[in-house]
């Protein structure tokens, strides 16, 4: 089962991912010639999980899958971890060049400890295009980011986690329609390795649900846009 509005954003999203590889590749084999900055920012760390199985389950599958969603823009910044940052005044900056496109990863420090982040790109067709941006509280346990249509100001998908003192892990991603909001996914790993996946349309309507447990297997239930159930079953 795969969700068709979701789906579509995965795609567009995988553009972005394609340039921050081609960024990490080329900065395993030129030396950027600034030195890294000690006191930088962490740049943000934080991992999904869906069923830890091998089952051919549907639903088992569309909660691996939806994990990954969440992972889409996680992922966007960790090609820069391999680069130096320079300092502008309370700025942090991962660059980098190459092609006559530049492509940039910004980190500013807050008087709270938070901070704010911005990822651009410039050249080859783009005109300094804020691909995301978002914030991460100072411990980096909790963050919200927002992803944007390729070369538009448009918002294209929007994601946040939090982390609780039990090491629950939430997140939350929504999905934009022509800078509409329409689907939202919500996501909970616990430190078990168990988990849920909910989904709600654009009314806010639960229309899927899916739970797991640590030993991978699970049960989803299915509703119809007013609310009706419409489906259960369960997998090993």
Known sequence: MIIPALHKHFWSLLLVLALTVFVAGCGKEEESPTEPTQDAPS?????????????QDQFA???RIMAEFFNAIASQWDAFRSLPATKEGNSWKWTYTAGGVTYTYTGTKQADGSV????????????????LEGSTSGDGKSGSFKAYEENSTQIDVEMSWSTSTSNVLTGVWRDYENGVPDERLELINNPDGSGELKLYNRQ??????????????GEWWTYSDTGQQTGNGRWT
């Not at 740049?43 to 089952?55: D, L």
């Not at 050249?123 to 295009?129: F, L, S």
């Not at 806010?204 to 739970?211: A, E, Q």
């Open 43 to 55: 740049i943000p760390a934080v991992r999904f999980k869906g069923p830890n199985t091998t089952s």
């Open 61 to 63: 599958q569309t909660a």
């Open 116 to 131: 704010q982040w911005r990822y651009t790109i410039h050249g080859g067709g783009y005109n300094n295009w804020t691909v």
């Open 204 to 217: 806010n309507v639960l229309t899927l649900r899916i739970v797991w447990q640590a030993n991978g297997s």
